[in-house]
């Protein structure tokens, strides 16, 4: 029913930025929970930040003051700024979308992010 579709990744040095976007289908995105999930190599998948409809958010506490979450609904796109990275920040990163009920979930494919001199 609902389609995820993310870019953006690639490799980055220390220190350097990249800016993640997610597509979304469906005619209610302006009412869906939207979030940003990572994970590393040999780790649990765990969340990076999300977004609700008021446009309230929360941040890991490890990405605080680096990330910043946002979206546009008239393009039906959540974005995930991502600045002062570090080589911990490496992995891939997945697009959710919480349905307004909130019992469905929805994830894209992913993207790699990497970080490395």
């Known amino acids: 029913q609902v389609q995820l579709v993310e870019s953006g990744g690639g490799l980055v040095q220390p220190g350097g930025s990249l800016r993640l976007s997610c597509v979304a289908s469906?005619?209610?995105?302006?009412?869906?929970?939207m979030g940003w999930y990572r994970q590393a190599p040999g780790k649990q998948r765990t969340l990076v930040a999300l977004?609700?409809?008021?446009?309230?958010?929360d941040y890991a506490a490890s990405v605080k003051g680096r990330f910043t979450i946002s979206r546009h609904n008239a393009k039906k796109t959540v974005y995930l700024q991502m600045n002062s990275l570090k080589p911990e920040d490496t992995a891939v990163y997945s697009c959710?979308?919480?349905?307004?009920?909130?019992?469905?979930?929805?994830w894209g494919q992913g993207t790699q992010v990497t970080v490395s001199s």
């Open positions: 977004i609700t409809s008021s446009l309230s958010t």
């Open positions: 959710n979308y919480r349905s307004p009920g909130g019992t469905l979930d929805y």
């Open positions: 469906g005619s209610t995105f302006a009412n869906a929970v």
